[in-house]
């Protein structure tokens, strides 16, 4: 048995951590850059404690699919863990695990490292591309 590959994506924020780190528990900010486009979110639920839910629907060229986990770990400004499950993997029941960890980098910068664990393997291109486009669109919003 093969281990599964672990998509991961590190890029330089215009904005300090604690900026960055508050915008992944905002619905109304994750509503703007958190689905790669074309896909949208159309609701999103964040508890942010630890054990609390992490939800988001989303319209994937229009199909509907569910993200859904918990906090596994809250440590401001440094670290966000949580699990994700999808409803659209063949077996939806895989609960794969999402770390993103903030480090202070330059003036007002953020080093954001993005680390997805235990995703099906024939996920990984999706999700590897697919969080390299989140980045994208988070590094855009936090510039506006």
Do not use: K
């Amino acid at each position: 048995m093969t281990e599964a590959p672990v998509a991961r994506v590190q890029r330089v924020m215009p904005a300090a951590p604690d900026v960055v780190f508050d915008q992944w528990l905002d619905p109304e900010s994750l509503a703007d850059w958190m689905c790669p486009r074309p896909d949208r979110c159309v609701a999103i639920t964040i508890e942010p404690q630890v054990g609390g839910t992490v939800r988001f629907d989303v319209d994937h060229s229009g199909t509907s699919v569910l993200i859904t986990g918990r906090f596994v770990a809250i440590e401001r400004p440094h670290l966000l863990r949580f699990t994700w499950s999808n409803s659209n993997w063949a077996d939806p029941t895989v609960v794969s695990l999402v770390n993103v960890a903030f480090e202070a980098f330059g003036d007002d910068q953020t080093l954001m490292s993005i680390e997805h664990s235990l995703m099906p393997p024939e996920q990984f291109d999706d999700f590897a591309n697919g969080w390299v486009g989140v980045c994208d669109q988070l590094a855009a919003y936090l510039r506006n």
